[in-house]
């Protein structure tokens, strides 16, 4: 059955809002980005990234059933073969077991009652409109951002122009009425026919294009999302002898009545009836279709990860695989997500930092860890408002001890549901203070949660103690910060290994330019064959970190004899300056320490522009601190302006944010005609004259 027989394909809504290109020039880091999608520059490349790339697949409604999590009856080898290479995070939980707002926490690094997004329907930037996404905090590091499939769960979110470089991709999207089709459909089509197919094609292409910037890709599949709708070829992956029923079909025992989700969106479907109990020979069919889609989603990743591995772009990339919460298939006789229950909030997580060695953890991790432990892997700031915790440890060590407890929400109408889990047990609390339902699970003794034991006396301790840790907050559950703290071990921009991005690296950047063969490795600093001053800005941009937790005394002073340089440094800059953040970053570092500068001399310079019309700026250095003054003359040597600076400290005053300023007028304020003039800077006992004119 092909796919296009049963419903139409339109273009998706999101993708309806035109991205202009004022959108993308204002987003993008042009220098780098610009190379392969305007033809602009294309020698050059202004990655202010860290080392590693990213790549970063989230899949819809996945839960932890592949064969890398012990489910020997799933065919997932793409995805257990990317658990090889990585860590796997047993026990990893979203924030909100909700697509939205989950995605929202991840991208934010934020909690759902900070961005106040507990429905599919609600934007964070109406109430945060200043929020830093993950993307976008790459983006301001020189990373070319940009998402392929669905990344964001509504048109907001995944068309956020501060996020990416690029407009967001989509497939055509497939609209349905679930009343007039089936659940779960084996058709017969290839893969490429449905939407993840097209996804897993055009991430490909991407990666291609890519290649050879600094990048964080995005990268979203649908299923294994309701419809279950995949080729018939993976559905023969499975039999319904392959799959258990779940251990209970009902809510647990003495659980509120608000624990249930209600709309599990399932009975929406033709197939499935509106109401009653789903026998369990649909059940293990439904198993089944899961299963199958999540196999075509599989072979997906599979498609992308062999075209990073193809590219040679595997030893230099962090991979992130998530699935953005859990998934129901039948258990407390619910299905899809929406609930606080252990299956709906756990998800898989794996991480392949290029080096580490692969491994398992079983220590207490949050998707809102993400945003923080991509940063820390690219050694590139970790934003201070962030609410999640770098995971960088766990994966360096994953025996460790970590965060005592992880923390979920959710929403029922009105009233708020929160859960803690902790290493054995799961806590939580309906309405303030558990007025409208507790339930405490515990792991060891029961896993299945069949009996909720909140209300027994012989718990009331344990109930009061997490209690308070839930109130507490994540705040409380975290590891040893102190102990934890990350150093980086180096940086990329300090080229010659001091531990301080200095002018001392600054020289060596430009002591390399246009040479053949580098005399130092890492002043090629974007790694584009070519060391220039692209190189030079990103050293800049980062001028001042360190490896120490202190920098050294004096670790930013500049000699005298570095002024001419700066300056050549700063012109050269501007006239490949695209407006990204790090050419804007990287000149305002290169102005600063031109101001810094004490000049050996007084010297009155140059005016520019000059000849000029109808303003002009006239830089002057100070070698001691003085009173200035500047006074403008006609060829016949008649004063026709004076300019009073007034007390000046030390210094070079040669930016135009410092330098004097001449508008062209008298001092009457008339335009001046055309011709020659001469301009004189007194400066204490100093008096020095130079030439300019005004061609109109």
């Known amino acids: 059955m092909k796919r296009n027989s049963i419903l139409p394909v339109q273009d998706h809504p999101s993708q309806k809002r035109p991205f202009t290109r004022r959108d993308f020039l204002s987003t993008s880091l042009k220098a780098g980005a610009a190379a392969f999608t305007t033809g602009l520059l294309p020698k050059l490349r202004a990655d202010g990234a860290g080392q590693y790339n990213v790549l970063f697949i989230v899949v819809d409604d996945l839960r932890p059933m592949l064969g890398c999590y012990g489910h020997s009856e799933m065919h997932t080898p793409n995805i257990d073969k990317l658990a090889e290479r990585g860590i796997l995070f047993n026990r990893s939980y979203c924030q909100i077991p909700l697509c939205h707002p989950s995605r929202t926490s991840m991208l934010t690094g934020l909690r759902p009652d900070t961005t106040r997004v507990f429905f599919n329907g609600n934007d964070f930037r109406e109430k945060l409109p200043d929020a830093v996404t993950l993307p976008q905090h790459f983006k301001a590091h020189g990373y070319h951002t940009q998402s392929v499939g669905k990344i964001g769960h509504n048109a907001a979110a995944q068309d956020d122009a501060n996020s990416w470089s690029v407009p967001s991709w989509l497939p055509p999207w497939i609209p349905f009425n679930p009343l007039h089709i089936p659940v779960w459909r084996a058709l017969d089509v ?31 599949f649908e299923k294994p999302h309701l419809p279950f709708y995949v080729p018939q ?91 953005d919460h859990g998934f129901h298939l039948g258990e407390h006789g619910t299905w899809r997500k929406h609930t606080l229950f252990e299956v709906a909030l756990r998800s898989p997580m794996i991480i392949c930092v290029p080096g580490q060695q692969s491994n398992e953890t079983d220590a207490l991790t949050e998707l809102v860890d993400i945003y923080p432990t991509l940063c820390e892997a690219c050694q590139i700031p970790v934003p201070s408002q962030l609410e999640g915790f770098s995971l960088m440890p766990v994966i360096e060590a994953p025996s460790r001890p970590w965060k005592t407890a992880a923390f979920s929400q959710l929403k029922r109408g009105t009233t708020n549901g929160k859960s803690i889990r902790t290493a054995q047990y799961r806590y939580t609390e309906w309405g303030n203070n558990g007025i409208k339902g507790k339930e405490l699970y515990d792991y060891l003794a029961e896993p299945d949660e069949t009996v909720n034991i909140a209300n027994l006396t012989e718990n009331a301790e344990l109930v009061t103690d997490l209690s308070k840790r839930l109130m507490a907050g994540w705040q409380d559950a975290l590891p040893d910060i102190q102990e934890l703290t990350p150093v980086p071990k180096t940086l990329p921009w300090d080229i010659n290994d001091d531990g301080i991005v200095n002018i001392q690296d600054l020289v060596l950047v430009a002591n390399d330019f246009g040479a053949e063969v580098p005399a130092h490795a890492k002043t090629d600093v974007n790694q584009d064959g070519s060391v220039n001053i692209i190189d030079l800005v990103l050293v800049a941009a980062h001028f001042g970190e360190s490896t120490h937790e202190a920098a ?63 303003e002009t700026w006239i830089p002057y250095d100070l070698a001691s601190d003085a009173n200035v003054q500047i006074d403008i003359y006609d060829l016949k040597g008649n004063l026709i302006r004076q300019l009073t600076i007034g007390y000046q400290t030390a210094g070079t005053y040669r930016t135009r944010s410092r330098t004097a300023y001449w508008d062209g007028r008298n001092a009457v304020g008339e335009p001046v005609a055309s011709g020659v003039y001469f301009y004189t800077l007194q400066a204490g006992q100093m008096k020095a004259t130079r030439r300019m004119v005004i061609i109109k």
């Open 190 to 220: 290839e893969d490429n026919d449905l939407s993840d197919g097209r996804t897993a094609e055009k991430a490909v292409s991407v990666l291609a294009e890519i290649q050879h910037t600094n990048f964080l890709l995005a990268v979203g």
């Open 233 to 323: 070829k993976y559905y023969d992956l499975y039999t319904q002898q392959d799959f258990s029923l779940p251990a209970t079909t009902t809510l647990p025992n003495d659980a509120p009545d608000i624990a249930n989700n209600k709309l599990d969106g399932l009975r929406e479907y033709l197939d499935i009836p509106d109401e009653g109990p789903i026998s369990d020979e649909e059940t293990l069919e439904l198993m089944r279709a899961y299963a199958a889609s999540t196999s075509y989603m599989d072979a997906q990743v599979g498609c992308v990860i062999q075209q990073l591995d193809t590219l040679g772009l595997s030893e230099k990339t962090v991979v992130v695989f998530v699935g």
């Open 552 to 614: 050294p005394e004096n670790s930013t002073g500049i000699s005298s004899m570095h002024i001419n340089n700066i300056e050549k440094w700063i012109t050269e800059a501007r006239q490949l300056d695209n407006g990204s953040v790090i050419f804007r970053k990287g000149i305002s570092k290169l102005e600063e320490l031109m101001n810094v500068v004490v000049p050996e001399k007084t010297t009155l310079l140059a005016n520019y522009p000059n000849p000029f019309n109808p």
